[in-house]
């Protein structure tokens, strides 16, 4: 076989391609910060293998960088990536070609889509692992699915910047884009999907906050002020990390009131796109 030819295939080969893809990210993992191991962890605690090995990644990207579900995918778990971008879609699904039982789709999903869609993947309702990020919309996605479905655990971005006790959220829009600081819910906002759905906060990492069931076993919750401190304020990498956020740090040293109110004028070309609850 020519040089050329050996090439060729190299490139085509799937063992190759997966241990390329682990060389993308640090000690071979593929999440953002620390997820995947986070992941790992839950998968035991929760015993998740035991009742469903599918996952539904919403937000896929391109399915290997910063992925929360690419490294189940390569053990053997089912499921599916979805990703609206054209470039990203087209990279999912050739992250995916050699994974048989995984599929990607490349749709725009809305709380009016969300169900169905998951309907047509025949993904059971009782599912394993939720992984949300489309930088926008993600509250009422997430709403929309749990009116449906029971994930076993959810990974979801919040938006970081704002701290309890402030309840934000941007309004759904069907044309949301991500817009500087202007995206998602904030981790207080998350209590009302909690205690509409009966599931519990298990931890905050960084950006983003585990959720499962109430009535699972193992699923040991912490308050939202408690996991927001711990998993975001207190980590001594957090202004390294979150460099973008320096403009609203100020939010960390003042009253809910006065944060209300810095937010009302930060965002006051948004007028109108959010809910912020008063507090008392």
Not at 14 to 28: C, D, S
């Amino acid at each position: 076989m020519s040089n050329a030819k050996s090439q060729i295939t190299k490139y085509l080969d799937p063992v190759f391609l997966i241990q390329r893809a682990k060389t993308l990210r640090e000690n071979g993992h593929f999440s953002n910060f620390g997820e995947q191991e986070i992941i790992e962890k839950y998968i035991s605690t929760l015993q998740i293998e035991s009742t469903s090995k599918t996952v539904v990644d919403i937000g896929a990207g391109d399915g290997i960088r910063k992925s929360n579900s690419y490294h189940l995918f390569l053990k053997g778990w089912n499921g599916v990536g979805i990703e609206y971008g054209s470039r990203n879609a087209a990279k999912l699904a050739n992250a995916y070609k050699y994974l048989p039982d995984v599929f990607a789709c490349r749709c725009e999903v809305t709380p009016f889509n969300v169900v169905n869609l998951l309907k047509v993947y025949s993904v059971q309702k009782n599912f394993g692992i939720l992984s949300l990020d489309i930088d926008g919309n993600d509250y009422w996605v997430l709403d929309a699915v749990l009116s449906e479905f029971r994930p076993s655990l959810i990974i979801s971005e919040y938006n970081e910047k704002i701290p309890p006790p402030i309840k934000f959220v941007v309004n759904y829009s069907p044309s949301r884009t991500l817009r500087h600081h202007f995206f998602g819910y904030s981790a207080a906002k998350l209590a009302d999907l909690l205690a509409k759905h009966n599931y519990v906060l298990l931890e905050i990492e960084y950006n983003n906050v585990f959720l499962a069931p109430a009535e699972l076993r193992g699923a040991a919750t912490v308050s939202i002020e408690k996991a927001y401190r711990t998993g975001y304020l207190d980590r001594a990498d957090r202004i390294e990390k979150f460099r973008a956020n320096e403009n609203m740090e100020i939010l960390h040293n003042l009253s809910a009131k006065k944060g209300i109110e810095f937010l009302n004028e930060f965002y006051s070309e948004q007028k109108g796109e959010y809910q912020i609850e008063p507090v008392e």
